[in-house]
């Protein structure tokens, strides 16, 4: 997933067949002649759905179940990206934090999906394609779990995100307060600053105490 070479084949296999019948049906799509200059009559957009669950403060889940939170940072002057995300099971006790760094987003809302995939790669290639995906983004949440081709900048990284959704059922996707998401914030800003990193039944100093005070 974006060059990182981590997904297996196994994992990757269901997801590409996914993502390539989704491109015939958008590739092959027939245009009328009206298209051709981009003059087409406007089309009222579907009202999307409310986030499934708003929390304000991080919370475990059910025994068994492991929760992703994710965060973007963005800098709107030099484009350059911050990725955070931190996965805890039931007990709240980490399992793994990644923070990555990217040279260039055209917008908050391409960080914050960007953001979200890397979670996704996360819970496919760590725990099963099972478990919850948190964060802190209404319009992400919005989208992903409307299912149906979104006309933004970043509709092709959201029909990934989507193909995805379809292929691991066992995933959710919810939405959480900024409170809740405070230790994937702050690996997001370690990311934001040049920094690329992941560490397994860790977290950094700079979030030791934020998943102390989740778990409390």
């Given at each position: 997933?974006?060059?990182?070479?981590?997904?297996?084949?196994?994992?990757?296999?269901?997801?590409?067949?996914?993502?390539?019948?989704?491109?015939?049906?958008?590739?092959?799509?027939?245009?009328?002649?009206?298209?051709?200059?981009?003059?087409?009559?406007?089309?009222?957009?579907?009202?999307?759905?409310?986030?499934?669950?708003?929390?304000?403060?991080?919370s475990p889940r059910e025994e068994g179940h492991i929760k992703v939170n994710v965060d973007a940072g963005w800098n709107p002057t030099s484009k350059r990206t911050g990725i955070g995300i931190i996965a805890r099971n039931?007990?709240?006790?980490?399992?793994?934090?990644?923070?990555?760094?990217?040279?260039?987003?055209?917008?908050?809302?391409?960080?914050?999906?960007?953001?979200?995939?890397?979670?996704?790669?996360?819970?496919?290639?760590?725990?099963?394609?099972?478990?919850?995906?948190?964060?802190?983004?209404?319009?992400?949440?919005?989208?992903?779990?409307?299912?149906?081709?979104?006309?933004?900048?970043?509709?092709?990284?959201?029909?990934?995100?989507?193909?995805?959704?379809?292929?691991?059922?066992?995933?959710?996707?919810?939405?959480?307060?900024?409170?809740?998401?405070?230790?994937?914030?702050?690996?997001?800003?370690?990311?934001?600053?040049?920094?690329?990193?992941?560490?397994?039944?860790?977290?950094?100093?700079?979030?030791?105490?934020?998943?102390?005070?989740?778990?409390?």
């Open positions: 997933m974006h060059g990182d070479d981590k997904a297996s084949v196994a994992a990757s296999v269901p997801y590409l067949r996914s993502y390539i019948d989704s491109f015939r049906m958008y590739a092959y799509t027939p245009v009328s002649p009206s298209d051709l200059k981009g003059k087409t009559s406007a089309e009222v957009p579907k009202p999307l759905p409310e986030g499934r669950v708003i929390a304000s403060e991080w039931s007990q709240g006790r980490v399992l793994r934090t990644e923070w990555k760094h990217v040279d260039s987003c055209v917008s908050a809302e391409e960080a914050e999906v960007l953001a979200c995939l890397e979670g996704l790669g996360h819970l496919i290639q760590y725990f099963a394609g099972q478990g919850i995906l948190e964060t802190d983004c209404l319009r992400v949440v919005q989208v992903l779990n409307a299912n149906d081709r979104d006309r933004s900048e970043c509709w092709n990284l959201y029909m990934q995100a989507q193909d995805i959704l379809r292929v691991y059922g066992g995933i959710r996707v919810v939405k959480v307060g900024r409170l809740g998401n405070a230790a994937a914030h702050s690996l997001a800003s370690l990311g934001k600053s040049g920094a690329s990193e992941s560490l397994c039944n860790a977290a950094p100093p700079c979030v030791a105490e934020i998943v102390a005070n989740d778990v409390t």
